[in-house]
């Protein structure tokens, strides 16, 4: 029987996986979305958790643990990876273009692009090393120069979602405050440049303005990866087989909190990524 934990998805007659990954359950909003576009493709989820938050690292440590994480799925014979996470892509995607077999696309210009299309005055949330890198604020003007970008960290929201405590009402006294700033800059447009940060909807939501435009960068990176999937011959007709969820930290932490968002309890393997040569200075 299969159980969801030999590797379903590198037999032989299944069409190759996409793989992607996040330091936990954000990456999930992402899923969310490749469920929705991309029916048919079957998933490789990776989810960092003994390594979260990913936004309190430095650029050499997120470059490594991307290498290491694309080295181990590469291995796993992957046909794309989407970056289900912000902070990988705004420090590690340039760097590693090129250097794996397959497609990599990150969420930074996809949501650029999009948030650019719908807003003048873009308020932008995202983890503190996605902030300091200001790679929203490049990719949007880049764009569109005319745009103005305000970039707000809010690093008490990763551990609020991944211990579950999105209900509490200290998170909405947390997150009122870390939109202060956005409003008193009177933003028309959110960019939720964290993929955990798509769970606090509702929770942001009642805060702001009832106008204010959401992009979910989410949205336009997969639509970009069909694209490229069919420019590629590559998009599968065949049912996809169930997701692959695998995680580096406690699988029954992972299991009992993605339940939540899947409607489902996912079988999760602990597994333990390669050692790469070249360590970062940590
Ligand atoms: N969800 C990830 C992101 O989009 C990482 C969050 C974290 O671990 O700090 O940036």
Known sequence: MNNGLNHPLSTSKQPAPIGIFDSGVGG????????????NESVLYFGDTARLPYGARSPEEILYFVRQILTWMADRGVKMVMMACNTSSALALDQIQGDFPFPVLGLIRPGAQAAAL????IGVIATQATVASRAYTCAIQEI???????????????????????RDSSTKVTAATYLQPLMA?????????????????????AIL??????????????????????????????????????????AIEFANLAVRWLGHRPAVNQIYLPELAVRPKL
């Open 28 to 39: 999930l909003t992402v899923l969310r979305e490749i469920y929705r576009q991309l029916p």
């Open 118 to 121: 719908r807003g003048k005055r």
């Open 144 to 166: 569109d120069s005319t745009c103005q970008v305000w970039e707000v960290g809010c690093p008490k929201f990763v551990p609020i979602v991944e211990q579950n405590r999105l």
């Open 185 to 205: 800059a009177e933003i028309d447009t959110l960019v939720y440049g964290c993929t955990h940060y798509p769970h606090l909807k509702s929770v942001l939501q």
């Open 209 to 250: 303005p009832n106008a204010m435009q959401y992009i979910d960068p989410a949205i336009s990176m997969v639509a970009a990866g069909a694209q490229e999937l069919d420019a590629l011959g590559l998009r599968s007709s065949l049912p996809a087989q169930a997701t692959e969820f695998c995680v580096s930290g406690s």
